[in-house]
């Protein structure tokens, strides 16, 4: 069974941080690298970072050096810490797999003012 469950959104003020985390159900966190995903309003789904199973790290470029994905595996859990938020930042943000499984959590909201 496919459990994506994200948390740690919310409204925050530009240069502002925020915690993002998404417990996965263990069979499909124990085998693949995760992501985060960010929609923005209006928007397509893009992928934001993504860190494998052996910790290895990637990230867009509108994000790097300000984002820092991480991942629990003894937790099955992965993280997004981000710093220096921008406006736009904004978005729904999802975790999932990478290449994504096509189910998906609600994701949860983060809201940067400027």
């Known amino acids: 069974q496919v459990q994506l469950v994200e948390s740690g959104g919310g409204l925050v003020q530009a240069g502002g941080s925020l915690r993002l985390s998404c417990v996965a159900s263990?069979?499909?966190?124990?085998?693949?690298?995760m992501a985060w995903y960010r929609q923005a309003p209006g928007k397509q789904r893009e992928l934001v970072a993504r860190?494998?199973?052996?910790?290895?790290?990637r990230y867009t470029d509108s994000v790097k050096d300000r984002f820092t994905i991480s991942r629990d595996n003894a937790k099955n859990t992965v993280y997004l810490q981000m710093y220096s938020l921008k406006p736009e930042d904004t978005g729904v943000y999802y975790c999932?797999?990478?290449?994504?499984?096509?189910?998906w959590g609600e994701g949860t909201l983060v809201t940067v003012s400027s």
């Open positions: 999932n797999t990478d290449p994504n499984l096509p189910s």
């Open positions: 860190v494998t199973t052996s910790g290895r790290t």
């Open positions: 263990r069979i499909i966190f124990s085998f693949n690298a």
